[in-house]
T-cell receptor, first 113, second 117 residues
Framework: QKEVEQDPGPLSVPEGAIVSLNCTYS??????FMWYRQYSRKGPELLMY????GNKEDGRFTAQVDKSSKYISLFIRDSQPSDSATYLC?????????????FGTGTQLKVEL | GAVVSQHPSRVICKSGTSVKIECRSL??????MFWYRQFPKKSLMLMAT?????????EQGVEKDKFLINHASLTLSTLTVTSAHPEDSSFYIC?????????????FGEGSRLTVL
């Protein structure tokens, strides 16, 4: 079993839709949870960062963490064509300069006009 | 935000040659940088952790003699793919975190696409 599972998609939605992206994980030691967005042929960029369980909102993006279920989600409201990208979840046991991230495979999202 | 520069963005080389990829943190000092490899529709696979002034820490299954990592300064880490073969063709990405921050964002480079003929 992989440490982090993520549906690779592709996921295609109409503009304006609410998008739900999810990851499950098996290692209960993970405490820090991140979502990255990666455009084609580019490096990932950080979208959201949460610690432990709970919700965090930033504009059209909401990240949720449920540690009891080992399940994290990223919601995108009023999706736009510019949101079309691959979304990677990532998590780590600790923070600080040397800690490693474990990534999901990424979900490819396409928002159509 | 902080910027990590990676060079070259694309490189094509012949089988048997060596290729060097540079990763620079442009406006912060990074005591630790990470090197990843990404296959199409696959996750980022951590290859090694590069520590300034000391030897890199390689992940299981990654050949340290094939993927040479040098972190000579607080702003530069290099990955050299030695005696490259077609199976080394991949997208290589580096990342770095501002060492001054306790909880710091991990910044990624733009990636380097290596094609070995």
């Amino acid at each position: 079993q992989k440490e982090v599972e993520q549906d690779p998609g592709p996921l295609s939605v109409p503009e304006g839709a609410i998008v739900s992206l999810n990851c499950t994980y098996s290692n209960s030691a993970f405490q820090y949870f991140m979502w990255y967005r990666q455009y084609s042929r580019k490096g990932p960029e950080l979208l959201m960062y949460t610690y432990s369980s709970g919700n965090k909102e930033d504009g059209r993006f909401t990240a949720q963490v449920d540690k009891s279920s080992k399940y994290i989600s990223l919601f995108i409201r009023d999706s736009q064509p510019s949101d079309s990208a691959t979304y990677l979840c990532a998590m780590s046991r600790s923070t600080g300069g040397g800690n490693k991230l474990t990534f999901g495979t990424g979900t490819q999202l396409k928002v159509e006009l | 935000g902080a910027v990590v520069s990676q060079h070259p963005s694309r490189v094509i080389c012949k089988s048997g040659t060596s290729v060097k990829i540079e990763c620079r943190s442009l406006d912060f000092q990074a005591t630790t940088m990470f090197w990843y490899r990404q296959f199409p529709k696959k996750s980022l696979m951590l290859m090694a952790t590069s520590n300034e002034g000391s030897k890199a820490t390689y992940e299981q299954g990654v050949e340290k003699d094939k993927f040479l990592i040098n972190h000579a300064s607080l702003t530069l880490s290099t990955l050299t793919v030695t005696s490259a073969h077609p199976e080394d063709s991949s997208f290589y990405i580096c990342s770095a975190r501002d060492g001054r921050e306790v909880v710091g964002e991990l910044f990624f480079g733009e990636g380097s696409r290596l094609t070995v003929l």
